[in-house]
T-cell receptor
Framework: AQSVTQLDSHVSVSEGTPVLLRCNYS??????LFWYVQHPNKGLQLLLK??????LVKGINGFEAEFKKSETSFHLTKPSAHMSDAAEYFC??????????????FGPGTSLSVIP | ETGVTQTPRHLVMGMTNKKSLKCEQH?????MYWYKQSAKKPLELMFV???????ENNSVPSRFSPECPNSSHLFLHLHTLQPEDSALYLC???????????FGPGTRLTVT
């Protein structure tokens, strides 16, 4: 069965310092992995996705994530945090082909605060 | 953000009211989803429609009733709700064979 663990419920960084949001997953198949961001009172926006191509995935707003199969991890990083990055971040895993649609499992979310 | 729209954005209703939430997608997708997002809880998948057929109903109480008249529109009909149903209700869409989903801005529901 699929599952997603986001190791930190809350992360706080200073503006201009690196961001690391951790995600571990379990999956019976070759998974697709995603990161979504949710700003206050908004819907979720897709940041980036991994679908068995390059293991280092670049997304929007300077974010990237690396798929490490041996560690079952898909951590999200950004070299330099901006105030506008303050939001909730969700790691998502999906297995393929088991249903007529791709079932996705959302992690519990990590709240990112950026200190001026 | 205009790919998936939801109306209304905010709704306050009493426990005896009947109301409906509407979702519309302009992305040519053929799967649509309702999620419930409560404070301090993970996102909960409520219903999935794929190719206009309901394919998932995650033990949602019958006071929530979905309707998908075509691949672009999704409704969530509400009646005799409870205060614990207060939450942000998110609609999403995707291609039925693709995992990446596109979300609307949500409807903030308050049940009094």
């Amino acid at each position: 069965a699929q599952s997603v663990t986001q190791l930190d419920s809350h992360v706080s960084v200073s503006e201009g310092t690196p961001v690391l949001l951790r995600c571990n997953y379990s999956s019976s198949y070759s998974p697709s992995l995603f990161w979504y961001v949710q700003h206050p009172n908004k819907g979720l926006q897709l940041l980036l996705k991994y679908t068995s191509a390059a293991t280092l995935v670049k997304g929007i707003n300077g974010f990237e994530a690396e798929f490490k199969k041996s560690e079952t991890s898909f951590h999200l990083t950004k070299p330099s945090a901006h105030m506008s990055d303050a939001a909730e971040y969700f790691c998502v895993v999906s297995d393929h082909g088991k249903t007529s649609y791709d079932k996705v499992i959302f992690g519990p979310g990590t709240s990112l605060s950026v200190i001026p | 953000e205009t790919g998936v729209t939801q109306t209304p954005r905010h709704l306050v209703m009493g426990m005896t009211n009947k109301k409906s939430l509407k979702c519309e997608q302009h992305l040519g997708h053929n799967a649509m989803y309702w999620y419930k997002q409560s404070a301090k809880k993970p996102l909960e998948l409520m219903f999935v429609y794929s190719l206009e057929e309901r394919v998932e109903n995650n033990s949602v109480p019958s006071r929530f009733s979905p309707e998908c008249p075509n691949s672009s529109h999704l409704f969530l009909h509400l009646h005799t709700l409870q205060p614990e149903d207060s939450a942000l209700y998110l609609c999403a869409s995707s291609q039925h064979d693709r995992a990446e989903q596109y979300f609307g801005p949500g409807t903030r529901l308050t049940v009094t």
